[in-house]
């Protein structure tokens, strides 16, 4: 009964711990799947930790990783200031767009001019996007999470529209966009990466995201934007009262929010797609970005591992279908581990229950306990 | 002190599962990998390995291969977005496949780019003819011949003397669909109308119901479609609204028995098994293989019963005819006027 009790305090006390625990759970279920099929759990896990660890593997999840993490810090940082930002999918596709737009028809520029150029494009894309949204918010009080479920959708029909004029459209028989010129390619050279043995797409993208990260931690810790923005997220009352223009907030928060997922965009085209195709269903770098800021606890660092993390899942699992297991086992991990570490609540409030039903008892009992736990 | 022997005692128990299974399982996995075996990877499109399309057909052929010839290993990798193509295509390369497969003319960049870049690589691609590389092979088939022949029998059981037609997207291997259909249609049928609708998707299944409902108002009473999962809504109108629909790709009437008269099949599964079994004879040959009604390559889906006998028997002869040589369905839009999508 006391270690229960010690050890759920422990891991509801240690975000860090309980999100470890939550990994390892996911990892658990996960095996308990693959024992199900009848498949070997070694098997499938040594194929997903060999193919990620060589230099080849890491450098395919360090290019994958690139979105995830820049749009996983764009839901991190809507969720630090209180709105929640399920419309990264939809930021990330208008961003992806706009750099695809400019990358084909200034593609004349020299390259550095056109790269910033495609950036400033994405974000500004996606900021517009995430304002709209705010705008309707703040002005009628629409539910943004509602809107902004919507204009995925809208996101992803202009993009196809976009991709199907005949100035942007593939001159071959592909359904897809045009290349970008290469001077909007973030790739390294071609030279680099087979002397290095580096995945084909490797490009140095990573270094915006860890830039970006910085940046966002900057914002939201050292800054009186960030501290008014916390505040409104906190208690939104109380901000408005201490004199923080809420309407603002929120409208500056899904800008920088939108802006961070439209570059995410820009990142995954320039670094890796070169091309968007005509989506036939939501690619999904918008969701998989809430997965991230859930498991990086919203913290920039956090978020960054988390994206990591996640990248190493969808490398890997991409190849367990060459032992025979389905690669939808890591959407079996993926949804476990958010589910154990959505339900923390739950962890507090048994912890938070067991305090009360006690108390009126015997007030003298929390003191009691303490003494006990600490020998 | 015991809270983290809890949490210790937690991982233990996480990480003992793990490692038992791994310790019983890497020995039964090592031991057949050692024979020799001809690997074949396949890389579906977007689409999925699961598409009632012709990604789960030549998927369903490599697993029939090596169901029957146990020296095959086959595997596929699914591509969820565009940019995963490259990767697919290079996770079989590392791997030492002999073949990589690739489903779908949406490959065909990353395929090219692949190849240039191993020359040692043997790929072969599937309805993409624009590839001229010595180890890429084409496999294309002659979609004109199998949309010609149900062509002439939805001329054939026309009462409204309308039918209609539903392409996915306009481009030159897309319009033969169109053109072999509205040629059968008009030979068995000279004054029929041909109501024709290009979706642009092949993955808007409400689009191609909202335009096969739109088809059926103006009186068609038959319609084919080549639009893949756009189709699939084009079958699910027809259902609803009792008329016939015919179905592409696959036998397409496990999706609504009563009202897919027949469907124009595309033996992507033969293909890729011939592929395959070229690849482990040494016989493998780069370039353009057409599959067409001579080589068994196309043909009407064996589901026939809906068709009328003496339907069955134009067609029968039509077949023969184009087999002999004696009859040519044409390829050009310029052979064939009333197509006005191209």
Known sequence: MTKKKSFLDFVSENRFIHILLSILLGFLVGAIFLAIMGLSVGEAYGRLISSVTSLKGFSYVVVYAIPYIVVGLSVAFSFKTGVFNI????????????????????????????????????????????????????????????????????????????????????????????????????????????????????NWGILVAVVMTLLVWFIIEKTTLGYELKAVGYNKFAAEYGGIHVNRSILTALAISGALAGLGGALQLMGMGSRISVFSSQEGFGFAGIVVALIGCSNPFGVFIAGIFYGALMYGGSKLNLV?????????????????????????????????????????????EKEGEQK | MKKILAL??????????????????????????????????????????????????SWEGLQA???????????????????????????????????????????????????????????????????????????????????YLVGLVAGSVTESKTVGYVQGMVSDAMNLFGIGYITGVLEACPDATVLQYNANSFGDSAGGSTAAKDMITKGADVIYHAAGGTGMGVIEACNEEGIWA????????????????????????????????????????????????????????????????????????AKAAIIAGEKSVPTSTADCPAFTLG
């Open chain 1, 87 to 202: 419309g990264a999918e939809g930021q990330f596709v208008v961003g992806s767009m706009a750099a695809a737009v400019v990358g084909i028809l200034a593609g004349n520029l020299p390259k550095p001019l056109l790269i910033p150029l495609c950036f400033l494009a994405a974000m500004a894309a996606g900021a517009i996007w995430g304002v709209i949204v705010g705008f309707l918010k703040t002005r009628w009080g629409i539910n943004e999470v509602l809107s902004m479920i919507m204009f995925n959708w809208i996101a992803f029909y202009l993009s196809n529209f976009i991709a199907g004029i005949p100035a942007i459209h593939s001159d071959g028989t592909a359904e897809a966009t045009k290349n970008i010129s290469s001077n909007a390619s973030t790739l390294l050279s071609k030279d680099l990466i087979n002397r290095l043995g580096l995945a084909p797409t490797a």
């Open chain 1, 324 to 368: 025979g297991a389905p690669t939808q086992l890591i959407n079996v991990i993926v949804g476990t581990v958010v589910f154990f570490i959505a339900i923390s609540v739950i962890f507090e409030n048994l912890k938070y229950l067991k305090k009360k039903a006690k108390a009126p008892v015997k007030p003298a009992a929390p003191a009691a």
């Open chain 2, 8 to 57: 210790v005692l937690a991982l233990c128990m996480v990480f003992a599962l793990a490692a038992c299974g791994s310790s019983s399982s890497s020995s039964s996995s090592s031991a057949p990998a050692a024979a020799a075996k001809t690997k074949i990877g396949m890389v579906t499109d977007v689409g999925g390995v699961n598409d009632k399309s012709f990604n789960q057909t």
């Open chain 2, 65 to 147: 291969l090596a169901a029957e010839d146990s020296s095959f290993e086959v595997n596929y990798l699914e591509s969820k977005t565009d940019a995963d193509y490259q990767t697919n295509i290079n996770t079989f390369i590392d791997e030492g496949y002999d073949l990589v497969i690739c489903v779908g003319y949406m490959l065909a960049d990353a395929t090219r780019e692949a190849a240039e870049a191993n020359p040692e690589q043997k790929f072969a691609i599937i309805d993409d003819s624009s590839i001229d590389l010595p180890n890429v092979a084409c496999l294309m088939f002659a979609q004109e011949q199998a949309s």
């Open chain 2, 246 to 317: 015919i179905g592409v790709d696959t036998d397409q009437s496990i999706l609504a028995p009563d009202h897919v008269i027949t469907s124009a099949m595309k033996r992507v599964d033969v293909a890729s098994q011939d592929i395959s079994k070229a690849v482990k004879d040494g016989t493998f040959a780069a370039g353009v293989h057409m599959y067409d009604l001579s080589n068994g390559g196309v043909d009407l889906a064996p589901t026939r019963d809906h068709i009328p006998a003496d339907v069955l028997e134009t067609v029968e002869a």
